[in-house]
């Protein structure tokens, strides 16, 4: 095995150790579709530092990097920037087989690694600003809390100018590649831009404050080397980029219309609210539940200006697909978004008024009360649903500046 799985060179005195998931598809209800990387990195510095582990059933094909290298019982120092399993789950075995000096995290990743029963009590904890000499090297700790979990931290390793970033610019991407300049872009921000949607939107106040600070540190950063997906030795500035505008959720003229429909009255709501999107200069995602993962929606989300969401009524409530892509979307919390909520029923027609309910939590501005059909939309409540996007996308238009 020692001979199969290979280190990837980073720079001078830095290697990817890390393994490659294919077959991924779920990450907490986030669909991956190509799969994800479990990055960890190999610092060869006087003290050896391993910079994060990896998901417990790849711990071999790390390993194995590792022994193409070293000797891994040489490994002095781990460090661990983010103590969720897939970055920690084999640091219990790691630490077993190497019995580094010191096993170093954040002060609340000391504490969650302790209390995921991964460690003892022996993890050193670094604060915010403090350094660290591997010897002939020099590493920087930046606590970035809940970004996205308590015990999150960058590790800056000053002398080769690599930026070790945890969760943060990273995206569930497997690939041959191990370099961003190596795949195409518009997969690159696609992918980007569906982890942050899915992971980091909640925290988008935070991310711009660790933005303005990696950019106050005088970190001179030339590799990012995150936890998931490609390392970006080039275009670090087009993904801080990205980030920043995702963090802004500025107002935007793209609708997304979201919906759950029985026998297709529901649908022809949403078509008709397209239609009047449209009519009134607007871009527009129409998206059925039935044929999109909830993801999916969380990522046009990430770039609209408004807000549709629509059912049929199921046993005096909406139906399940869209309680369940409702749900995820207020834990995402997006912002500055303009919309409505629609439905067809039959004899009670309460989904309407429940989806209302959560738009309201979500903080979207409503734009009209909910649009209700009794069974098949009629004309008039067709040109209600036209009308209703026609006044949307003059409002998205005028937020958007795109008023003209």
Not at 210 to 237: E, F, K, N, Q, Y
Not at 250 to 260: F, L, Q, R, S
């Amino acid at each position: 095995m020692t001979d199969t799985f290979k280190p990837i060179r980073v720079s001078d005195k830095v290697y990817w150790v890390g393994a490659v998931d294919w077959t991924i598809r779920d990450f907490h209800g986030y669909t991956t579709k190509r799969g994800s990387t479990y990055n960890a990195y190999l610092i060869l510095a006087d003290k050896v530092t391993l910079v994060d582990t990896v998901k417990a059933p790849f711990l071999h094909e790390m390993m194995a990097r590792i022994s193409n290298l070293i000797d891994p019982r040489d490994i002095d120092i781990i460090i661990s920037n983010h103590s969720e399993m897939d970055h920690s789950g084999s640091l219990r075995e790691v630490v077993a087989q190497v019995a580094p000096e010191q096993v170093i995290a954040s002060v609340m990743g000391a504490k969650a690694l302790k209390e995921h029963h991964l460690a003892g009590d022996g993890i050193v904890p670094v604060k915010d600003g403090q350094d660290l000499s591997l010897g002939n090297m020099r590493v920087r700790f930046m606590e970035t809390r809940m970004l996205h979990w308590p015990d999150s931290m960058f590790t800056y390793l000053e002398d080769e100018r690599i930026l070790f970033s945890q969760d943060a610019f990273g995206m569930h991407l497997a690939t041959g590649e191990r370099f961003a300049d190596e795949i195409d872009r518009d997969i690159l921000r696609y992918e980007a831009a569906t982890y942050y949607a899915n992971i980091l939107l909640p925290y988008s106040g935070l991310v711009l404050k660790l933005l303005d600070r990696v950019a106050a540190s005088g970190m001179d950063v030339s590799v990012i080397a995150p936890d998931h997906g490609p390392i970006w030795r080039t275009g670090i500035d087009a993904v801080i980029g990205w980030y920043r505008a995702w963090a802004q959720q500025k107002p935007t003229d793209k609708a997304v219309v979201v919906y759950g429909t029985m026998w297709h009255s529901t649908e022809l709501m949403a078509r008709a609210i397209e239609e009047g999107l449209l009519a009134g200069g607007a871009r527009v995602k129409v998206m059925s539940m039935e044929a999109f993962h909830r993801s999916d929606v969380a990522y046009e989300v990430l770039d609209a200006g408004a807000l549709f969401a629509g059912s049929s009524t199921l046993n005096n409530n909406m139906l399940p697909a869209m309680a369940d892509v409702l749900t995820y979307l207020k834990g995402l919390r997006p912002a500055n978004l303009v919309g409505a909520a629609f439905g067809s029923y039959g004899w009670s027609g309460e989904a309407a008024g429940h989806v209302q309910d959560i738009l309201a939590e979500m903080k979207v501005e409503l734009v009209a009360e909910p649009v209700k059909s009794l069974y098949v939309p009629d004309d008039h409540v067709l040109r209600e649903c036209f009308d209703l996007g026609m006044k949307a996308a003059q409002i998205v238009r005028q937020k958007s500046g795109r008023h003209g």
